[in-house]
């Protein structure tokens, strides 16, 4: 069955470095995403991809934050300066149409990022 | 704001009974809801959507009922399992390609 895998699976990394997340999704899906998952928190949307431009962001998806698919598998998230407070499990998810189409998303395993 | 509320207490049931999880919503009109699984430190698995022109929709044990009026759905496992043990996730459209979730009901079904 088709899955979304992402790398790494978990990544420590000190205050003020940058990190890249990686995914690769369902590969017949056009909108990819990310979300992030602090400890014992909701899980909460960061940013959607389509047509390799950002269809929508978050609040938290400031300038730290940026996506790129760099080929025709890969979708990364790059966090610039990462700060203690962007420790949490970050989720691709993918799926065939948007949140008001089939809506169904598909999540990855997780990268867990922990910032000291 | 938009808010989505579900019970942040663990739901603890027998094996064998049915587990109802509800979900409450706030300032959406949401043309459909989701229903996601979450076992501890994996992703969320879809289980089950339901349109707003649908009452209620079912698919094996799982029941979801889905009410625009109370701004409310209803999510029911029958004859629950311990591997049912998890927490639920209710999700809605927050945007074209946005889903919101609810910060999720833990089940916890003992044998």
């Known amino acids: 069955e088709p899955e979304v895998t992402q790398t790494p699976s978990h990544q420590v990394t000190q205050m003020g470095q940058e990190v890249i997340l990686r995914c690769v999704p369902i590969s017949n899906h056009l909108y990819f995403y990310w979300y992030r998952q602090i400890l014992g928190q909701k899980v909460e949307f960061l940013v959607s991809f389509y047509n390799n431009e950002i269809s929508e962001k978050s609040e938290i998806f400031d300038d730290q934050f940026s996506v790129e698919r760099p080929d025709g598998s890969n979708f990364t998230l790059k966090i610039r300066s990462t700060k203690l407070e962007d420790s949490a499990m970050y989720f691709c998810?993918?799926?065939?149409?948007?949140?008001?189409?089939?809506?169904?998303?598909?999540f990855g395993e997780g990268s867990r990022l922990t910032v000291l | 704001s938009q808010k989505i509320e579900q019970n942040s207490e663990a739901l603890n049931i027998q094996e064998g009974k049915t587990a109802t999880l509800t979900c409450n919503y706030t300032n959406y009109s949401p043309a459909y809801l989701q229903w996601y699984r979450q076992d501890p430190g994996r992703g969320p698995v879809f289980l089950l959507l339901?349109?707003?022109?649908?009452k209620e929709k079912r698919k094996e044990r799982l029941k979801v009922t889905f009410d625009t009026t109370l701004k409310q759905s209803l999510f029911h496992i029958t004859a629950s399992q311990p591997a049912d043990s998890a927490t639920y996730l209710c999700a809605l459209a927050s945007g074209y390609s946005t889903l919101t979730f609810g910060k999720g009901t833990m089940l916890l079904v003992s044998p």
């Open positions: 998810a993918s799926s065939e149409g948007g949140a008001v189409g089939t809506g169904e998303l598909f």
């Open positions: 339901i349109r707003e022109n649908e």
